[in-house]
Structure formats: structure tokens, C-alpha cells
């Protein structure tokens, strides 16, 4: 036949050569009829229509409106790019891309073009979402700092921005959806392995040491592999590894058990398990798409004196090429030497791995062995002079064989262990409470000229809830520790070499960075006195100035109650201390409020809870220092005035 260049119209179903009809098998694809070929070169796309359809659909009854809905906007091509000018503004060529005319997925895509952009001014000390617009038809290219105005469908992303002062931070979004099927599946092959697809893949103990595990799937990209059941006491098998050169060569059996006699040593093969010793068995898939997943259990390779250090163990790093390259670890079962049953079974689903802890005197180690000759010696004794007393006839211990001289309920036993009339040191400084044989109290009076330099309590201190702990004189201070904690924002300090191996945050002297704390008051503050904050610092050069660090805080007692429980508007306060450039590098800075500055005893009391944001306050005159400063920690000063309060909840001291 011959079809000339001008033919405008042509029904593919009904074209003939040679007057023969084209057969419905002919190589010519059918998933669409077309209706109209236009000698021009272009299409109707609209005019392109499934060669069958469902029922009756009118939203995606043509090839136009297909595209439609399953196509999205996005910026397809971007000419040159983008240009830093250097002073916080951008310019950006023209380019092209799809967009849609009203925020719904439902309308159609528009290729278009849209024109460059000078000077675009970006926000500083922040991310800035730079975007083209559809506009009413006429696009442009804009900013944003709420991502949440970028719609992807009339407002499409082109470059997330950072900027700090005429430093920018560039990073291209535009053409997330050009190809996005490929971008899609190389990020899954390059990012991920096996996912597990739903809750199945669980390992368990049948009985004896058989394995067991239900069935489950595994996602690898975008390929779902199954996993078929399996029950060993019933019938199947795992293959079971172990290497004798360090993973060089592996020797592989088909088994039904798992052992309890032999872990595998990788430089020397299996060996057996000592007494009372535990080791894991750690079981995989192999997973395939061909019909060929199946189990594989790799030895242990040590043993453990507890099921608590086994359970600390980590997967093995050295394992059969099959098992790192496309095995998924079920989990581990460990197993005691000689025990018929598993000890322990743990999913690799459910499971991180952690370290537990001994439950059991029956899991030490050395269980077998007399470890307690000291025991053995002292029992040897009995009888002797130095073993052990005798008792009375009311199962107690005659009072004259704990010490020589005639006991009496006068008499006290001295170190020499000597019954003894205590010396009586009168009246002066206070009492020492003692107890008779009647259990009758009595005192043994202080004076002042005794300095009672040790204090041995064998069973109970008292005081008064009134009572306080002074320290010579005075309450005592000790501090309440805090962890600088950062937000991750553009505000938060830089984590920065201090010297040599060591970093810490950091704040520089050109930006405001911020930090938080929170701290709680104990039970044994002293009512009615004052809380300093303060933050311990270092610097890492030889400069000098003043450095200045604001303190903004708010406080509130616990308990809900009626008044002070409430987190008030928050109080700033201000430290500074001075550098002097070459001989404080290094140095151990304190930074503390003033007596005036500090937090009022009148919002404090046990169980209060103190909110600090710390900042350097860079921005102000004061702040003279050109360099890093190294935040260390910060601390609150308090005093004390109790060992404990009587009550865990207000009122404290009732």
C-alpha cells in the first residue's frame, strides 16, 4: 500500500493492504485506537482512547485525561541553573516544566515554560523553599520560608536554600519527578534491603531443638519474595553453617536439630561446649524469587557463662556469601549445654539485641566449683576459742561472751571489747540517745570542748523533720547537673573540635546560638534560700574580649498545686566574663548569676522544676569576643539544709 504524507484522517482499525484487512495479531500496538493523525506532526492526545474499557468511565476515557492522573506536576528542564551573587540574592535561568492550573489532582497538566528571575532576595539565618507558580497563567518563580504553601500541583519546588549572611547552602528539588519510577526504585536498591512485608517470618523452639517459623514475605526494592512455613519435627530441613578459616570456606549440612554440644571457633571449626556454658544459633532466609528460599542457621561462634551475656552478643559479622548476600536475619535461639530444649528464643523483629541482665543465681558461671574457703575456714573454727558462741536457752547469745568483764545495763562494749561504764561528758552541745536491756531510752550528753570527730551508726539515724544540716555553720551547697540539649534549628550550637580529639558545642561570635536545660529540685534544698545557674566555658585561641551569655528561665512547683504551679513568664538575666588573649587558651571559665540575679527562694521548693534557655548573646555591645566559645556544661548552685523530707509530696515537712 501507499499512505502519502498529506492523508489527514486514518481509523487503524479499518485501514486495508492491498484491499486484505490488517490482522487484530499485526505488530501495530492496539492499547488505544487512533482516530486522527494530523500531517502537521502533532497529536490530540484527547482523541486517543482505550481500545476497551470497564463499565462506563468519562474522567479516563482517553489517553489525555490517563496522563492526567497519573502524571504530576514538576519541573522538567532548568536551563543553566543557578548563580550565587554573593550577597544573599540568587538569579536563576528560565526553564520548563508540568504544572496544573488549580491545586487538584484531577485537572489537567500543562507543559509550559517559565522566565528567569534576578536577584531573588533570600531570607537569612534560614531555609528557603524557592518554587515556580503557576500564577494565573503567567508563572514565576518565587520563595517561600512555610514549605506548607508549596502545593506541588500550581506551585511546584525547584531549590531548597540555606542561608547564613552571604553563605548559601544549595540543594536542587526541581526534577524529583522527571523519571521519578527509576528515582524511586534506585533509591529502594541503594538505601534498603529485605523489608519485611507483614508479621510473619517468626521463629520458634517445637520442641526438642527443632526449628520452626511461619511463613512471611520480604521486600527487596520493589520485588516481594515469599517465605514458606517450616516445622523440622515434622518434616523439612535448615542448612547449618560453620568455617574453620575465618569465612575463607564454610562446611554446610542439611539438619533437623540444632546442636547442644559444639559452638563454632572460626579459626578452628566446631568445638564442644563447656559446662553450663550457652551459645546463640542465628537463623536466616535465603531469600530468592526462583523457588529457591530456604532456612540457614550459622553456629554460634563463642560461648557464655549466663543467658544474660549471651543474650548481649551481637550477630555474627562473618557468614556464608549466601547469607550476606541475600539472607534476612529471623532471629537467634540459645541453647545450654546438654539441655533438650531451647533456653531462649528471640525474633529479630521484636528484638534489638540488648544487653540483659543475670535473673538467675542458677546462670553464674562456675556454678560447681567451692569458691567459699573463707566459709570453710571460719565454720572450722567452731568450738574454738575465736569460733563460733554459743547460745542460751532462749536461742540467744550470752551477753558475757561478747566481750570480757561483767555486763550489766550500765555498761557499753568498748572496741577492745570490754564491757565499760561510758564516760559522762555532761551537758553542753546536745545528746546521744542510748537504749537500756529493759529498752528504756537515755542520753549521753556533748559538751562543747568535745569534738566529736566520728559518728558510727550500726542501725538507725533520726532527726527531727524541723531539723537541718549545716556545714560549719551554714547549709551546705551542691550543684544540680543539667545536659545541654539542642533543638537541631539554625539556632542550635555547632558541634566543633575543641583541641586535639576533643568537641563539644560551640557558639561562634557572629550568630546567636541557643540551648536548653531543665533542672529538678531535691528533697534536701534548704527552704528559703536563692538557685544560681551558671555555665561552665572555654575558648581555644588567643583572643581577647568579653564574653556575654544570656540565662532565660521560668520556674514551677509540682504537685498541681493551687498557687506556683504554673511555668510563669519566663526572667533573662545576663553573665559576662572578660578574655585576656594569651594566657586564658583553654581556660576553665564559670559563669554565674549575681546574688541579685538569682532564682527567688519564693519559687522554689522540693520537686520544683527549672526551664533554662541559655544563648550567647552575641548581638549585644557588651559582647566583644571574636571567636568560638566551647560550651562545656551548666549547672545550678544550691544549698541544702535537709539529708531527706518526711513527705514525698507537699506538705514536705508535716
Known amino acids: 500500500m501507499t499512505i502519502k504524507k498529506y492523508l489527514t484522517d486514518i481509523n487503524v482499525d479499518a485501514v486495508e493492504i492491498n484491499s486484505t484487512p490488517v490482522a487484530s495479531n499485526h505488530a501495530v500496538p492496539r492499547s488505544f485506537a487512533i482516530d486522527r493523525i494530523n500531517h502537521t506532526g502533532t497529536q490530540n492526545m484527547s482523541t486517543i482512547v482505550p481500545n476497551s474499557t470497564i463499565g462506563t468511565p468519562t474522567d479516563i476515557d482517553d489517553l489525555n485525561e490517563i ?13 543553566v541553573g543557578i548563580t550565587d551573587n554573593g550577597n544573599g540574592t540568587v538569579d536563576i535561568t528560565a526553564g520548563q516544566c508540568f504544572i496544573r492550573a488549580t491545586d487538584s489532582s484531577h485537572v489537567e497538566i500543562i507543559p509550559a515554560s517559565y522566565p528567569a528571575i534576578s536577584s531573588l532576595a533570600l531570607t537569612d539565618n534560614s531555609i528557603n523553599f524557592l518554587y515556580v507558580d503557576y500564577n494565573g497563567g503567567s508563572l514565576i518563580q518565587g520563595v517561600t520560608t512555610d514549605p506548607s504553601t508549596i502545593n506541588l500541583t500550581t506551585r511546584i519546588p525547584s531549590y531548597l536554600i540555606v542561608r547564613e549572611g552571604t553563605s548559601l547552602t544549595i540543594f536542587n528539588v526541581g526534577e524529583d519527578s522527571i523519571d521519578a519510577n527509576a528515582k524511586l526504585r534506585q533509591r529502594l536498591f541503594y538505601t534498603e534491603s529485605f523489608v519485611r512485608s507483614d508479621g510473619g517470618a517468626t521463629i520458634s523452639n517445637p520442641s526438642l531443638l527443632y526449628l520452626a517459623c511461619s511463613a512471611g514475605g520480604f521486600w527487596f526494592g520493589l520485588q516481594l519474595a515469599t517465605l514458606s512455613a517450616i516445622d523440622t519435627s515434622v518434616t523439612g530441613t535448615f542448612e547449618y553453617y560453620y568455617t574453620a578459616d575465618s569465612g575463607a570456606s564454610w562446611v554446610e549440612s542439611d539438619e533437623t536439630q540444632l546442636s547442644n554440644t559444639q559452638y563454632n571457633d572460626i ?21 530468592s ?7 540457614a542457621v550459622v553456629y554460634g561462634q563463642a560461648e557464655y557463662n549466663s543467658l544474660a551475656e549471651a543474650a548481649d552478643e551481637s550477630p555474627p559479622s562473618v557468614v556464608p556469601p549466601s547469607i550476606s ?58 568450738g ?9 536457752a532462749t536461742t540467744k547469745i550470752p551477753t558475757a561472751q561478747n566481750g570480757d568483764g561483767t555486763p550489766d545495763s550500765t555498761k557499753f562494749l568498748r572496741g577492745d571489747r570490754t564491757w565499760a561504764v561510758p564516760t559522762d561528758l555532761g551537758a ?23 569534738a566529736l570527730t566520728t559518728l558510727h551508726v550500726t542501725s538507725e539515724f533520726s532527726m527531727d523533720a524541723t531539723a537541718d544540716f549545716r556545714v560549719g555553720g551554714a547549709f551546705g551547697w551542691r550543684d544540680l547537673f543539667g545536659a545541654i540539649v539542642t533543638n537541631n534549628s539554625q539556632n542550635a550550637p555547632d558541634w566543633t573540635n575543641f583541641r586535639d580529639g576533643l568537641y563539644m558545642y560551640s557558639a561562634p561570635s557572629n550568630k546567636v546560638k541557643e540551648w536548653f536545660l531543665s533542672f529538678h529540685i531535691d528533697h534536701d534544698y534548704a527552704i528559703g534560700t536563692k538557685a544560681y545557674p ?12 568579653v564574653i556575654r551569655i544570656g540565662i532565660e528561665y521560668s520556674v514551677a512547683k509540682g504537685h498541681q498545686q493551687a498557687t506556683g504551679s504554673v511555668f510563669g513568664a519566663t526572667t533573662t538575666v545576663y553573665v559576662e566574663a572578660t578574655v585576656t588573649g594569651g594566657t586564658d587558651q583553654y581556660k576553665h571559665f564559670v559563669l554565674e548569676v549575681s546574688d541579685l540575679d538569682a532564682i527567688p527562694s519564693t519559687l522554689l521548693e522540693p520537686d520544683s522544676i ?3 534557655r541559655m544563648f550567647n548573646d552575641s548581638t549585644d555591645p557588651n559582647y566583644t569576643y571574636a571567636d568560638d566559645i566551647f560550651l562545656i556544661q551548666a549547672d545550678v548552685h544550691y544549698q541544702i539544709g535537709k539529708f531527706a523530707t518526711p513527705n514525698k509530696a507537699p506538705d514536705f515537712y508535716a
Do not use: C
Not at 282 to 287: A, D, E, G, I, P
Not at 384 to 392: I, M, S, Y
Open 67 to 79: 496522563f492526567n492522573h497519573v502524571y504530576s506536576s514538576g519541573i522538567a528542564e532548568k536551563g
Open 325 to 382: 548476600g541475600l539472607g534476612v536475619l529471623l532471629g537467634v535461639i540459645t541453647i545450654k549445654k546438654s539441655a533438650t530444649t531451647a533456653e531462649e528464643v528471640r525474633s529479630a523483629f521484636t528484638t534489638s539485641f540488648n544487653s540483659a541482665q543475670v535473673t538467675s543465681h542458677t546462670e553464674l558461671s562456675d556454678i560447681g566449683t567451692n569458691t567459699h574457703a573463707q566459709l570453710d575456714t571460719f565454720v572450722a573454727k567452731e
Open 534 to 545: 551558671h555555665i561552665h566555658l572555654s575558648v581555644n585561641t588567643v583572643s581577647s574580649g
Open 289 to 295: 524469587t526462583e523457588g529457591s528460599t530456604h532456612y
Open 610 to 612: 527549672i526551664l533554662i
Open 428 to 450: 553542753g552541745i546536745g545528746s546521744l540517745p542510748f537504749w537500756d536491756s529493759t529498752g528504756a531510752k537515755d542520753d549521753i550528753d556533748l559538751v562543747a570542748a568535745t
Open 267 to 287: 579459626t578452628s571449626g566446631l568445638v564442644s561446649l563447656s559446662t553450663n556454658k550457652f551459645y546463640n544459633n542465628w537463623v536466616y532466609s535465603v531469600m
Open 384 to 392: 574454738t576459742a575465736n569460733g563460733l558462741a554459743t547460745l542460751d
